[in-house]
């Protein structure tokens, strides 16, 4: 029998439907696509394109790679955030839903600013930035990365959407990687820290434990580096300016008090598609409503 792009899809996605992948025949797609470099809509104009011996084998490397565990962003080496592929490698983490709604709240901030300056901390791949530097074409940014190998992958990123010029990329260890010798004064802070309690993590699904674990690990109650982030914002915003932070689903109460404790006057958080607190905003005193 000849294998062709109908017949592999459809016994990948069996296959990967047994095996207990949620989105079977999407990922059998986005694998096949991947591998013969084309778009997924080339698989449906073209079904009966049969497949030699060397892509048969191939691909059922890479889906081996999937049933292994390793996430399908690493094996494809690119992922969809809001309307942009992103290249994202094992060194940064992959992009989820939920981060494109603490963009979208940032946005609805500044929806009525001609101009600013955003920091984000711990950018990662850079989606957050650089998709709020598409939105936001008279601002200026600055993002900060501890890892180094984290921090090619966004620069990487913002040259490939020519985004370049106007963010300014440091690595380094979040404020204290910022230069010294000059006033800070953001329109707003930014990040999706680590979060997650270092005890929680030996029971994540095996594909995010694949992850890198400093991108996951927020310490013994997963609030170690939002301490760190809350307790210095001030000093870095502009008046009127806000912190936006991603968090756990559990972490809201403790996310809100520490806002509180540094100073923060307007408090508003935003619930993710689960319906579970994941988005905090903290508003210094001015005229933003959050």
């Not at 999407?26 to 449906?44: D, Q």
């Not at 992958?153 to 370049?164: D, F, G, I, T």
């Not at 579970?276 to 005193?285: D, E, H, K, S």
Request: hydrophobic share 40%.
């Amino acid at each position: 029998m000849t294998m062709t792009v109908r017949i592999v899809l459809q016994e990948t996605a069996r296959f990967f439907a047994k095996h207990g992948l949620e989105a079977a025949r999407l990922e059998a797609e986005l694998l096949l696509a991947h591998l013969l470099g084309v778009e997924r809509l080339r698989l449906y104009t073209d079904p009966e394109q049969p497949l030699s011996g060397t892509e048969l084998n191939r691909y059922k490397e890479l889906i081996r790679r999937r049933l292994s565990g390793e996430p399908l962003a690493y094996i494809t080496g690119k992922r969809n955030f809001l309307k942009w592929d992103f290249t994202v490698t094992p060194a940064v983490l992959v992009p989820r839903p939920e981060t494109e709604i603490l963009v979208e709240k940032t946005l609805a901030l500044l929806e009525e600013e001609t101009s600013g300056q955003i920091l984000e901390l711990g950018t990662g791949s850079g989606v957050i930035t650089i998709a709020l530097a598409h939105y936001l074409p008279a601002f200026y940014f600055e993002a900060v990365e501890l890892s180094p190998a984290a921090l090619a992958v966004a620069s990487e990123n913002a040259a490939r959407h020519q985004l370049s010029e106007r963010i300014a990329f440091f690595e380094g260890d979040l404020y204290e990687a910022l230069p010294a010798g000059r006033d800070h004064a953001y329109t707003a802070i930014v990040s999706n820290p680590p979060y997650i309690p270092s005890g929680v993590i030996p029971s994540l699904a095996r594909e995010v434990r694949k992850e890198p674990r400093q991108a996951l690990d927020g310490g013994p109650d997963g609030l170690q580096i939002i301490r760190r982030i809350i307790s210095r914002a001030a000093e870095f915003l502009a008046p009127g300016g806000f912190l936006a932070l991603e968090h756990g689903h559990d972490q809201k109460p403790m996310v809100e008090r520490l806002a509180r404790e540094a100073g923060f006057s307007a408090i508003q958080s935003y619930h993710d598609y689960s319906g579970f607190p994941r988005i905090t905003i903290c508003q210094l005193c001015g005229s933003r409503s959050a």
